[in-house]
């Protein structure tokens, strides 16, 4: 069978994609049947909210590959960032520290109390620095300074935009569609669109490449 085979070479090549395990997987799929009722389309919840590093959420489904590439690469640093509570920089320096790799976390905006996210990655050492600039790509040349600082003092970093939205962070995505369609398989569904929301959009590219792949139907970001 050509397509069989077409999805074997697939699955093989995912898998020799360097990656360290981070998360608890697979996240359940679970069917919300009042809510269903109440709109008039089956809706099932992809609880990725159960990722399990930190406070969990969809970003440690990226870092398993991203920390992959930057330990294959040899880097010590890990430089990101975001808003001042943003759930992917806290999980980015997490899972850093896990590795033994340093964090330098880039904010926008002036200096402001460190509290939840911020509060939880100061915990765990990161170096948390903010541009001064309310603009949110400000973080994305902050990040690129901070880099060639660490360069220039000897240290390999490993620069991430926003959300860790590159072509290796949608892996996550890829792999997450693929396990999304073995559980709708097993449950005897087949999906007709695949919702989520979506910021920095790394998480709709991958998931848009295995919605392709797995036959999820169309996929839709909301901002």
């Avoid at 069978?1 to 360290?20: E, F, K, M, N, W």
Wanted: glycine share 16%.
């Amino acid at each position: 069978d050509p397509a069989r085979g077409a999805r074997a070479d697939r699955v093989s090549t995912l898998a020799r994609q360097p990656r360290i395990r981070l998360g608890t997987l697979p996240t359940p799929l679970l069917p919300a049947p009042r809510l269903s009722e109440a709109v008039g389309v089956e809706i099932w919840f992809k609880r990725d909210d159960l990722t399990g590093l930190g406070l969990g959420g969809n970003k440690v489904r990226g870092l398993e590959f991203l920390l992959a590439d930057a330990l294959a690469r040899g880097c010590d640093t890990l430089v990101t960032g975001g808003g001042p509570g943003s759930n992917w920089a806290m999980l980015a320096a997490l899972a850093a520290r896990t590795r033994g790799l340093d964090t330098v976390l880039v904010c926008y905006g002036d200096p402001v109390p460190a509290v939840g996210n911020m509060h939880l990655a100061a915990t765990i050492g990161a170096d948390i620095q903010f541009t001064g600039d309310k603009d949110r790509a400000s973080v994305d040349s902050g990040v690129a300074a901070v880099a060639d600082e660490l360069r220039a003092a000897g240290r390999t970093p490993y620069p991430l935009g926003r959300g860790g939205a590159t072509a290796v962070g949608a892996l996550g995505y890829l792999t997450a569609a693929e396990e999304l369609g073995g559980q709708l398989a097993d449950a005897g569904c087949a999906a007709t669109a695949t919702w989520l929301a979506t910021g920095s959009c790394g998480t709709q590219a991958g998931l848009v490449a295995g919605a392709a792949w797995q036959g999820l139907g169309p996929v839709v970001g909301v901002t």
